[in-house]
């Protein structure tokens, strides 16, 4: 596993873009944990739930944490799309996409609605 996905099974944008990176994982390098299933807590006590919920969390395979854009450009790298989100990480480029990042974190709930027509789903799941 090159890369652990700590994400809001309850967010359908969440779950969307997990769907994605589920399909195009065809070495299976990733694998996705819903912050939310009901023995998250026991089996990963290093993570902070409210925490997880507020910014993208994921696990490198040598137990290095990233964060935000930093796990969303791993885990596209991890399945030979990084080229898609490169230029989130360019020097320039990064201070910006990073508060875009937050902006969209903390009201992805309200921008959920306005897409989906669903803000939050009780348990999103990743073989809809």
């Given at each position: 596993?090159?890369?652990?996905?700590?994400?809001?099974?309850?967010?359908?944008?969440?779950?969307?873009?997990?769907?994605?990176?589920?399909?195009?994982?065809?070495?299976?390098?990733?694998?996705?944990?819903?912050?939310?299933?009901?023995?998250?807590?026991?089996?990963?006590?290093?993570?902070?739930?409210?925490?997880?919920?507020?910014?993208?969390?994921g696990q490198q395979s040598d137990g290095t944490m990233l964060y935000g854009?930093?796990?969303?450009?791993?885990?596209?790298?991890?399945?030979?799309?990084?080229?898609?989100?490169?230029?989130?990480?360019?020097?320039?480029?990064?201070?910006?996409?990073?508060r875009g990042y937050l902006f969209f974190a903390r009201n992805r709930n309200?921008?959920?609605?306005?897409?989906?027509?669903?803000?939050?789903?009780?348990?999103?799941?990743?073989?809809?």
């Open positions: 596993m090159a890369l652990i996905l700590f994400y809001d099974g309850g967010c359908p944008l969440c779950v969307n873009e997990m769907r994605h990176l589920k399909r195009k994982d065809k070495q299976q390098r990733l694998q996705f944990e819903n912050i939310w299933a009901t023995d998250f807590a026991e089996r990963f006590p290093h993570i902070d739930v409210a925490e997880a919920n507020r910014i993208l969390h854009l930093d796990v969303t450009h791993a885990a596209w790298s991890a399945v030979g799309r990084g080229w898609l989100t490169a230029a989130l990480r360019w020097p320039l480029i990064r201070w910006l996409a990073d309200g921008i959920s609605r306005l897409i989906t027509g669903r803000e939050r789903c009780l348990q999103c799941s990743l073989d809809e």
